[in-house]
């Protein structure tokens, strides 16, 4: 007879004790908890300093693109899933450029300015397919930039094919570095706080079950506005930084790669914690610079590598490393 | 005007078809749609340019393929990820990039991927003269509806195909496998699509863009239309037919994807399960 073996999990009796009663008694639990929360966020920061002018130029887009997959993964956990991030950066880098070319307005309004008002056109624009659930919302939200996009061409407003250029930079690589960092951090840990808030708790039952929801009376359209600004807020904040680090701002903004490069970070890092999709960023982002000799090639291998990883490792890197940070495994014999 | 309205609200209604053939009754939103079809014509060009395969046949053979990779890709990808939508579609969307980039790749791009009419030549119709490859289009397309209505009401599989799209699971004890309705429902879509791109290519050259082009025309008929409703589809592409003839006419032929989506933005406002899509309502929408 075939002997028959099951893995078995068990939580780690350190994670027991740190996880829910919260009586923090030794250094060894209170490393267990801050080692990795802290590590990462030190790691960063040494491989900033160290690496050279180039890479530094192509950590702040990693950066930047890494604040773009925390939002798409805040929004894809409250239900909404978004195969149009594009819009929410484009609507940001727009404002921005439009703000600095037309009104002069110098950088430091532009890019607050323009993470509102980006957030505001955006919610906007999205609000009729707010009434919409899950693949039917992403279907809405995949053609929306795309046929912005065609209406920029055609009618040539702000900028036309050409977009806008010449805009006031950012004062410097260092601190562009800064912000960029510092804004990536602030937004992962300022998420994962209010998604386990109680306010946030809303948003994620909205993915969970909204008829619950609504049956609670609460208004879930109200909700997922709210879910929708905050996304995308963050989002224009990152249209708005590149449009300034590039000093120009173009169709560019709204193509499809801007779109696609959360949902991969997101699918390698794993959904639904917010530090996944840091983790696929920051694996992704360099890998991708590296393969630009490769032209469009580049985005073959991004959608393979997608591919592989959603039917190969459906639950992403964050989850298993995680896995094996809090679980022991071990094989048991089936009786 | 009014011919030209028609013979467009056709071909978006051709594009379409498949895509929401295939949604309506597996559930499964091919977002690989676009790359089917520009891949229906370029294997077609392929067969008829570079080995001499009469134009029949390599049509023939083009529909075959697709379909063949429709199914492959429902079989060893989609199954597994059965009831996760949102890994469905990203899976759909990534397979399309890879073939439509993979194309660009190898250079597909200019005049010459370009298939000739089938029957080169015009006629006048109502005081307009039409190309004949666009007459072969209006009545393809009208033969195809016909097909699919009898296919779809009057044939075991066509019955099975919509037990499957009410309900799997009833679907399921009567002795219909689910699985194999999807993977066919699959095909079909896919060789609806390559079939659509060998009777519209024609019109214009094959390049990689239409590939999205087709995709973003499907899923606005049929988000207008109410994505699983075969008759939806076909009134949105009418009305989306006749919005961009008349944008063009009157307002200026650069505007009509504006017109496009203020028409499905406002529908979508109005009535967010689409025209006709009553089906999954309680369910999907709310």
């Known amino acids: ?335 | 005007m009014l011919v030209y309205g028609f013979i467009n609200s056709l071909i978006l209604a051709l594009m379409a078809l498949g895509f929401s053939i295939t949604f309506g009754i597996s559930g499964v939103a091919n977002f690989a749609h676009g790359a089917f079809y520009v891949l229906g014509g370029i294997l077609t060009w392929l067969f008829l340019m570079k080995f001499g395969v009469p134009y029949i046949l390599s049509a023939i053979i083009a529909v075959a393929v697709v379909g063949i990779i429709g199914a492959l890709m429902y079989r060893f990808l989609l199954v597994r990820l059965r009831g996760l939508v949102l890994s469905e579609v990203i899976t759909t969307f990534a397979i399309g990039i890879v073939i439509l980039e993979l194309l660009r790749v190898f250079g597909v791009m200019g005049f010459q991927y370009r298939l000739p009419s089938f029957i080169p030549g015009s006629a006048e119709i109502f005081g307009t003269y039409v190309g004949i490859q666009r007459i072969i289009i209006v009545a393809a397309g009208a033969l195809l509806m016909l097909t699919m209505h009898f296919f779809v009401h009057h044939t075991k599989m066509g019955l099975s195909f919509r037990g499957v799209a009410q309900d799997d699971h009833t679907a399921l004890s009567v002795g219909i496998n689910p699985e194999r309705i999807s993977i066919f429902s699959l095909t079909l879509g896919s060789m609806l699509c390559a079939f659509a791109a060998i009777l519209i290519l024609p019109l214009g050259t094959i390049s990689v863009d239409e590939g999205y082009d087709v995709l973003l025309k499907s899923l606005a008929v049929c988000i207008i239309g109410g994505l699983e409703s075969t008759l939806g589809v076909f009134i949105a592409s009418f009305i989306i037919g006749y919005v961009e003839v008349l944008t063009a006419m009157y307002i200026s032929s650069s505007l009509t994807m504006v017109a496009v989506l203020a028409c499905m933005l406002t529908i979508l406002l109005i009535k967010p399960s689409g025209l006709f899509g009553k089906y999954k309502e309680i369910e999907e929408r709310i």
């Open chain 1, 1 to 335: 007879m075939i002997e028959k073996r099951r893995k078995e999990r068990i939580d780690r009796g350190i994670k027991a004790c740190t996880d829910d009663i919260f009586c923090l008694s030794s250094l060894r639990e209170i490393s267990y908890l801050l080692v990795p929360r802290i590590l990462p966020v030190v790691l960063v920061f040494f491989l900033v300093l160290v690496v050279s002018l180039y890479w530094k130029k192509v950590l702040v887009i990693t950066f930047v693109m890494t604040i773009m997959a925390i939002s798409w993964d805040f929004l894809a956990s409250c239900g909404l899933i978004s195969l149009g991030h594009a819009l929410f950066f484009a609507m940001g880098a727009y404002s921005a450029g439009a703000m600095n070319h037309y009104l002069g307005l110098p950088v430091y309004v532009t890019l607050p300015a323009a993470t509102l008002l980006g957030g505001v056109i955006s919610s906007m624009l999205v609000f009729p397919a707010l009434r919409l659930r899950g693949i039917y919302f992403s279907v809405v939200t995949l053609i929306i930039p795309l046929m912005l996009m065609r209406v920029i061409e055609a009618t040539k407003i702000i900028g036309g094919t050409e977009g806008i250029s010449a805009l006031s930079p950012l004062p410097g690589l260092a601190s562009s570095i800064a912000i960029s960092m510092t804004a990536m951090w602030v937004v992962l840990f300022s998420l994962r706080r209010f998604i386990t808030s109680d306010y946030g708790l809303i948003f994620v039952a909205l993915l969970d079950n909204d008829r619950a929801v609504e049956a609670s009376g609460l208004n879930i359209v109200w909700f997922k506005i709210q879910a929708i600004f905050i996304g995308s807020s963050i989002c224009a904040f990152c249209g708005a930084f590149m449009t300034h680090y590039y000093m120009s701002v173009g169709m560019s903004a709204f193509a499809l790669d801007l779109s696609i490069f959360p949902v991969a970070a997101t699918v390698v890092g794993g959904m639904g914690t917010l530090a996944g999709p840091l983790l696929g960023a920051l694996i992704l982002g360099p890998l991708s610079e590296a393969l630009r000799g490769f032209g469009t090639f580049r985005i073959v291998f991004y959608a393979a590598l997608l591919v592989v990883f959603i039917v190969g490792l459906p639950e992403g890197l964050f989850h298993y490393v995680r896995r094996k940070y809090e679980q022991i495994e071990r094989w048991v014999e089936v009786k």
